[in-house]
T-cell receptor
């Protein structure tokens, strides 16, 4: 069964450094998302992306964050200057269409654990 | 502010002991309610989508129902492999069309 893959599974970075998290969405999907989950807290929406542009972003997604689809298969999240509070699990998701029916849900990857030292 | 609240936070069952998990929401303009299962160290795995009050969906030992204010995930005769965190999420109509708003989840443990 097709799945969303994320790399790396764990990233350790010094505060202030740039980090890029990578995702390969399911191949025929058109909508892409990033969520994060701070340890012990809810899964939180960061951003959605369609047709090579951001379609929606949360208040968390400030100027330090950016997303890109550099080629036909990868979807990346960049944090320009990491802070301690950026430590979290970051999940990539994709969906085939905008309207989420029972046959076309958001499919999640297994996440990248980002640890900021 | 839109809210999704799940209860209980944790539930421990004996194998075969049926029970229900609750997801209540205070949102305006629900476009869909979603149930996911999350195993430790993994991403959320989709289970069900519900769109309108009265709707029901079933998959193996799980059955999800929806009213105007809450959803229930009923687990019939659970097995140890059903142990996981069950997440509820809502999608709203209006401006926030893309994001899912999640609850904190219910950690289910099924003992053999």
């Amino acid at each position: 069964e097709p799945e969303v893959t994320q790399t790396p599974s764990h990233q350790v970075t010094q505060m202030g450094q740039e980090v890029i998290l990578r995702c390969v969405p399911i191949s025929n999907h058109l909508y892409f998302y990033w969520y994060r989950q701070i340890l012990g807290q809810k899964v939180e929406f960061l951003v959605s992306f369609y047709n090579n542009e951001i379609s929606e972003k949360s208040e968390i997604f400030d100027d330090q964050f950016s997303v890109e689809r550099p080629d036909g298969s990868n979807f990346t999240l960049k944090i320009r200057s990491t802070k301690l509070e950026d430590s979290a699990m970051y999940f990539c998701a994709s969906s085939e269409r905008f309207w989420l029916t029972s046959n076309q849900p958001q499919h999640f990857g297994d996440g990248t654990r980002l640890s900021i030292l | 502010e839109d809210q999704v609240t799940q209860s209980p936070e944790a539930l421990r069952l004996q194998e075969g002991e049926s029970s229900s998990l609750n997801c209540s929401y205070t949102v305006s303009g629900l476009r869909g309610l979603f149930w996911y299962r999350q195993d430790p160290g993994k991403g959320p795995e989709f289970l069900f989508t519900l769109y309108s009050a009265g709707e029901e969906k079933e998959k193996e030992r799980l059955k999800a129902t929806l009213t105007k204010k809450e959803s229930f995930l009923h687990i019939t005769a659970p097995k140890p492999e059903d142990s996981a965190t069950y997440l509820c999420a809502v999608r709203l109509s209006g401006g926030s069309n893309y994001k899912l708003t999640f609850g904190k989840g219910t950690l289910l443990t099924v003992n053999p």
